[in-house]
């Protein structure tokens, strides 16, 4: 069975320190993991994907993901926090369903980022 | 901008009214998904077309109604709704419909507000 865990409920940082919001997996074969970002009264935006290539997964707005399977972790970080990062994070990971992929999100992270 | 358009933006409803929800996608995926999303929680998935056809119902009371008119277009018909059905409603497409493409990610639109008096 699929599952994910986002060790983190809310994140706060300031604006310029470094991002790292967590997430753990589990999943009975390869993966594909995903983060997607959700602004306020906005819909689910995806930053970067994981699907069994190159371990450190580049996304957009600077992000970036290292999957490690030893660990099942996929944080996801960032060099330096912008006030337009403040937002809900989810961590998810797919499986092949009937007819569709079936997704499994993370209770996600609140990013909180301070001027 | 996304992809996926919603419409409409928010919805207010009385309990015995009846409503319909409208997504459209140009992105020539052929799968299409219905998800509902309370405050502060992630989305939850309620339907799932493949090829314009229902493939998952996840357990969704029949108070809701989904239609796939066509490869681009998803509804989602409302009727006798209830308080606690007030939430965000999301609708996404992605490009597979499972045979081993479940890499493929799902793309989101901004969803509808709905808030049912």
């Known amino acids: 069975a699929q599952s994910v865990t986002q060790l983190d409920s809310h994140v706060s940082v300031s604006e310029g320190t470094p991002v790292l919001l967590r997430c753990n997996y589990s999943?009975?074969?390869?993966?594909?993991l995903f983060w997607y970002v959700q602004h306020p009264n906005k819909g689910l935006q995806l930053l970067l994907k994981?699907?069994?290539?190159?371990?450190l997964v580049k996304g957009i707005n600077g992000f970036e993901a290292e999957f490690k399977k030893s660990e099942t972790s996929f944080h996801l970080t960032k060099p330096s926090a912008h006030m337009s990062d403040a937002a809900e994070y989810f961590c998810v990971v797919s499986e092949e369903g009937t007819g569709a992929n079936n997704l499994f999100f993370g209770t996600g992270t609140r990013l909180t980022v301070i001027p | 901008d996304t992809e996926v358009t919603q419409t409409p933006k928010h919805l207010v409803m009385g309990m015995t009214n009846k409503k319909s929800l409208k997504c459209e996608q140009h992105m020539g995926h052929r799968a299409m998904y219905w998800y509902k999303q309370k405050a502060k929680k992630p989305p939850e998935l309620m339907f799932v077309?493949?090829?314009?056809?229902?493939?998952i119902n996840e357990s969704v009371p029949s108070r809701f109604s989904p239609e796939c008119p066509n490869s681009s277009l998803l509804n989602l018909h409302l009727h006798a709704l209830q308080p606690e059905d007030s939430a965000l409603y999301l609708c996404?497409?992605?490009?597979?419909?499972?045979?081993?493409?479940?890499?493929?990610?799902?793309?989101f639109g901004d969803g509808t507000r709905l808030s049912i008096l």
């Open positions: 999943s009975s074969y390869s993966p594909s």
């Open positions: 077309y493949s090829y314009e056809k229902l493939s």
């Open positions: 994981y699907t069994s290539a190159a371990t």
């Open positions: 996404a497409s992605s490009r597979n419909s499972g045979g081993g493409y479940s890499n493929q990610p799902q793309h």
